[in-house]
């Protein structure tokens, strides 16, 4: 396995447990690099049908060397959890009372992102972040620096259609326009937009062509799905096979059997991931690209695993596990 996603999950635990006591995240002293965030997954049978609020779950940051704090609840409404880790485990990006608030994990420095913008990506490089105002007609970008604080306004707008997928080195905002999957005859041919938020100018990244997928493969059956992170930059879509039954990984889409990867600077295709989906192994989901790895989990009959991946080699390796169900938010994902 490369050092790279070493460095991330080498100190882990081999089984992670919530606290018997908890505690949560100090803000008079740094704690160190975040290597992940988990909390128990949510009971839908806790669904109240009066209040149609849901039993509350203790979300963790894991620290590098394993070490647990609490940053949060899971909300008692259907709405996201406002909590995100920077790629590289340094920042944490929390939303409290309506703004967001970048905290620096190994020390005290904090941010207050800029009234009227969400934290929407984290760069590929974690020095910066791409932020956005939302309207009806559209979406608006700024760009926070990390250190720093400071926010630059980017010339920059997408429609609603439009999904960005990547911040490549804080300088390159990837985007796909969902318009043209309405067309089946054009859903297999995945393309993006790259455009330089410095100068304007644009390029298109090929990241996945029908002569890649497999017989019965989609890319992106009903919404496409994308991670993307590391040094080089690579993107990775999510192939799925819409024969196949949903299940309960967590994916809008059929389930998926693999991930097709794309170097994002040179165009270079890069790796197919298998994504396994026999029974006897469990259902899996991509939690998104770490370092140089690209990140798994799998539920299994008792517990859950993370698993890392070498896109070189295809070397997987499980480097905790979690003694019954969890959902697991690894660095680099807003959510």
């Given at each position: 396995m490369?050092?790279?996603i070493e460095a991330v999950f080498s100190e882990l635990p081999p089984h992670l447990v919530p606290p018997a006591q908890v505690v949560d995240l100090p803000d008079h002293r740094g704690v160190g690099r975040g290597a992940l965030m988990y909390h128990l997954m949510v009971n839908a049978a806790s669904l109240d049908p009066d209040t149609r609020t849901f039993a509350q779950n203790d979300v963790y940051l894991v620290?590098?060397?394993?070490?647990?704090?609490r940053v949060g609840r899971t909300p008692a409404a259907a709405e996201p959890l406002h909590l995100s880790l920077s790629p590289d485990g340094r920042w944490l990006g929390v939303k409290r009372d309506g703004r967001w608030q970048v905290r620096d994990l190994a020390g005290t420095t904090k941010y207050e992102v800029a009234e009227g913008y969400e934290?929407?990506?984290?760069?590929?490089?974690?020095?910066?972040?791409l932020l956005a105002k939302l309207s009806t007609e559209g979406r608006t970008f700024g760009s926070m620096a990390l250190p720093g604080g400071t926010v630059s306004p980017?010339?920059?707008t997408t429609s609603l259609l439009t999904t960005e997928v990547a911040f490549l080195a804080g300088r390159e905002l990837a985007t796909f326009d969902m318009t043209p999957m309405a067309d089946p005859a054009t859903a297999q041919a995945l393309t993006l937009t790259v455009q330089d938020v410095v100068t304007g100018v644009t390029?298109?990244?090929?990241?996945v062509a029908p002569e890649q997928l497999e017989p019965g493969e989609t890319a992106g059956p009903l919404i496409p799905l994308w991670h993307a992170g590391g040094n080089p930059p690579t993107i990775w879509a999510v192939i799925g096979r819409p024969n196949r039954l949903p299940t309960n990984e967590g994916s809008p889409v059929a389930p998926s059997v693999a991930l097709l990867g794309v170097d994002a600077?040179?165009?270079a295709a890069t790796a197919r991931i298998e994504t396994s989906y026999r029974s006897t192994d469990g259902p899996q989901l991509c939690l998104g690209v770490v370092a140089d790895g690209v990140v798994l989990q799998?539920?299994?009959?008792?517990?859950?695993?993370?698993?890392?991946?070498?896109?070189?080699?295809?070397?997987?390796?499980?480097?905790t596990t979690f003694p019954t169900s969890v959902t697991v938010l690894a660095p680099g994902t807003v959510n």
């Amino acid at each position: 396995m490369t050092a790279g996603i070493e460095a991330v999950f080498s100190e882990l635990p081999p089984h992670l447990v919530p606290p018997a006591q908890v505690v949560d995240l100090p803000d008079h002293r740094g704690v160190g690099r975040g290597a992940l965030m988990y909390h128990l997954m949510v009971n839908a049978a806790s669904l109240d049908p009066d209040t149609r609020t849901f039993a509350q779950n203790d979300v963790y940051l894991v620290t590098r060397s394993g070490e647990h704090f609490r940053v949060g609840r899971t909300p008692a409404a259907a709405e996201p959890l406002h909590l995100s880790l920077s790629p590289d485990g340094r920042w944490l990006g929390v939303k409290r009372d309506g703004r967001w608030q970048v905290r620096d994990l190994a020390g005290t420095t904090k941010y207050e992102v800029a009234e009227g913008y969400e934290l929407w990506l984290w760069s590929t490089d974690a020095r910066s972040l791409l932020l956005a105002k939302l309207s009806t007609e559209g979406r608006t970008f700024g760009s926070m620096a990390l250190p720093g604080g400071t926010v630059s306004p980017l010339g920059i707008t997408t429609s609603l259609l439009t999904t960005e997928v990547a911040f490549l080195a804080g300088r390159e905002l990837a985007t796909f326009d969902m318009t043209p999957m309405a067309d089946p005859a054009t859903a297999q041919a995945l393309t993006l937009t790259v455009q330089d938020v410095v100068t304007g100018v644009t390029r298109t990244l090929p990241v996945v062509a029908p002569e890649q997928l497999e017989p019965g493969e989609t890319a992106g059956p009903l919404i496409p799905l994308w991670h993307a992170g590391g040094n080089p930059p690579t993107i990775w879509a999510v192939i799925g096979r819409p024969n196949r039954l949903p299940t309960n990984e967590g994916s809008p889409v059929a389930p998926s059997v693999a991930l097709l990867g794309v170097d994002a600077t040179s165009g270079a295709a890069t790796a197919r991931i298998e994504t396994s989906y026999r029974s006897t192994d469990g259902p899996q989901l991509c939690l998104g690209v770490v370092a140089d790895g690209v990140v798994l989990q799998r539920w299994t009959g008792t517990g859950t695993e993370l698993i890392v991946v070498d896109p070189q080699s295809n070397d997987r390796r499980v480097v905790t596990t979690f003694p019954t169900s969890v959902t697991v938010l690894a660095p680099g994902t807003v959510n």
